[in-house]
Structure formats: C-alpha cells, structure tokens
C-alpha cells in the first residue's frame, strides 16, 4: 500500500523541523523569551506568509494577557521605548521590513529578529536574533526575494518557493507561546476568556 505524496510531504517537512530545531540556539530563545516578557508592548511583522505568521503569533500574545499589536493595523498604537518589534524575516533584507525596523530603533525600540541570516540589513541593528536554518534558493536582491518569488512563482519540489522557514517559524512561534504559558502560569482557560466573542 502506497502513502500519498502529500502526507509524505508533510512527513518530510516535520523531519526538516524537527532537524532545524535541534541545532536552535537555547540563548538565542532565551534572549527572545526574556525581550517578550520585559517589553511595555509588542510589535509583530513580517511581509507575505512570514506576515501572516507574525499575526498569528501577536494574537496568541494576545491571548496571553501581553500588550500585542501588529505593524500596519488601523488600531495599532505609536511605538515608544521599551517597546519591542519582532520581525519575521528568512532574508533579513526584506525592504519594507527593514526599513520599519530602522524606524524603531531610531524610536527607541528594541528589535528582535527571526531569520535564516544573521549577516542582513535587520540583522546589523538587532537586539536581538534568533536563527531558523534554512536553505533558501539564491536570489540576486534579497532585499526583494519575497516580491520576486511571488511574481514568478519560482519554486522547487521540496516546498512551496523553495523555503519551510515560514513553516517552521509558525511551529516555533507556538512553541514560544507554549513556554511563556509555562512562565507566566498561564491556564487554557485564562486564554479562552481572551478569545474571540464576536466572529
């Protein structure tokens, strides 16, 4: 009996997970871990999927009872420091997101960073970093990979534009939600009661 291609996929993308979280920086989560829990507020952002996965993870901060807002909302207050702003970013170059993480720390701000490349324009000016190792197809401006990539739609058989660092950024966003229940002696219900009401 033969598996489907696609739960193989997904078995294959669990395996790489599972791969990249081994060789994580247990200092560079904690440093992230300690930013979070010593912000007056949190900002999240990120271009494309790794967007979206910056909006998942603000709402779960949400749901735990932390000052959570995402960069670009109509709702979002002006940033001050002792703020902080955590971008996601697999090139570190992306234009829109750097150029707001520059904003930011002329602010006062502190940045935290989640990438696959320490050495990028976002990389220089953090406080932050924290490393998902991922093999990403060359391109010749990072600093306008996702545009090109969603234009062409450039990809490779592994995964979807050749990259699982949004993947694995969304596994390790949760994680971090996970840890920080443990941290604070956050309940499920204590977040239930942050749910959504009115959808």
């Known amino acids: 009996m033969t598996t489907h291609p696609v739960k193989n996929m997904m078995r294959l993308m669990a395996t790489k997970i599972r791969t990249i979280a081994d060789v994580m920086s247990d200092d560079e989560i904690d440093a992230l871990l300690n930013e979070i829990l010593n912000a007056n507020r949190i900002y999240t952002m990120g271009a494309g999927r790794s967007g979206l996965v910056a909006k998942a993870f ?40 750097a150029d707001i993480s520059e904003t930011a720390k002329e602010i006062g701000g502190r940045v935290c960073l989640i990438t696959s490349k320490r050495e990028s324009r976002i990389g220089r000016i953090a406080d932050c970093i924290v490393i998902i190792e991922s093999q990403r197809d060359r391109v010749p401006d990072e600093s306008v990979e996702f545009e090109i990539r969603q234009m062409m ?47």
């Open 58 to 97: 603000a709402m779960r901060l949400m749901h735990l009872g932390l000052s959570a807002f995402v960069v670009g909302e109509t709702v979002t207050p002006a940033m001050k420091p002792g703020d902080v702003i955590i971008a996601f970013s697999g090139s570190g170059a992306t234009k829109t997101v």
């Open 153 to 199: 739609g450039e990809h490779k058989s592994f995964a979807p534009l050749g990259t699982i660092f949004e993947t694995t950024a969304m596994v390790f966003a949760d994680a971090l939600i996970s840890r920080l229940m443990e941290i604070t002696q956050c309940r499920p219900e204590d977040l239930q009661c942050r749910h959504a009401n009115i959808e």
